[in-house]
């Protein structure tokens, strides 16, 4: 005697992709968000910013040209006093995107971290731009704190080969 398998209806089977279909597009929609979060998060500035805080555009500033190019900052050091507001306009005079990240050294490679996992990632803040080949820019920042702060291009590989420049605030 031959057993016949009962098969199971075909309505059933089609529910049963479509409920995996729908698991499967959930996952990567969480899987996208938890990224797009992460990277976010690696923007967050806590408690204000190492370097000072955004300037007031009301109020004078003195200004500094910073031309950016491969691999280097002109100029590399800059000085300034604290309580100092400064609008830095910024020239990629490279024919590679570049940026211009003020913070302290540790903030910067920390971040880097992150550029390395997100390397498309753009800033948006007061204390960092990125620019195109040939665009400019302008950070108004007020250095209301004394120390060694550093302006680097997270851009990955960028910084390492020497795109890192030093404001000395006294």
């Not at 209806?9 to 698991?23: D, V």
């Not at 040209?65 to 990629?92: C, H, T, W």
């Not at 704190?145 to 420049?165: N, Q």
Request: charged content about 25%.
């Amino acid at each position: 005697m031959n057993v016949i398998k009962q098969q199971k209806p075909i309505k059933e089977e089609n529910e049963m992709h479509a409920t995996q279909k729908r698991w499967f597009a959930r996952s990567i929609v969480s899987i996208v968000l938890l990224s797009w979060a992460a990277a976010a998060a690696a923007h967050e500035q806590h408690g204000g910013y190492s370097a000072g805080e955004p300037g007031n555009p009301k109020k004078p500033a003195r200004e500094i040209v910073v031309l950016m190019n491969e691999m280097d900052y002109s100029p590399a050091v800059i000085e300034v006093k604290r309580g100092e507001q400064i609008r830095f306009v910024l020239r990629n005079v490279g024919t590679e995107a570049h940026e211009f990240l003020l913070a302290t050294t540790a903030e910067n490679l920390k971040h880097g971290e992150a550029m390395r996992k997100n390397p498309d990632m753009e800033h948006d803040e007061p204390n960092g731009v990125r620019l195109g080949p040939k665009k400019s820019g302008e950070i108004l920042w007020k250095f209301s704190k004394a120390g060694t702060f550093e302006y680097s291009c997270l851009i990955p590989t960028h910084r390492e080969f020497g795109m890192i420049g030093k404001v000395i605030v006294k």
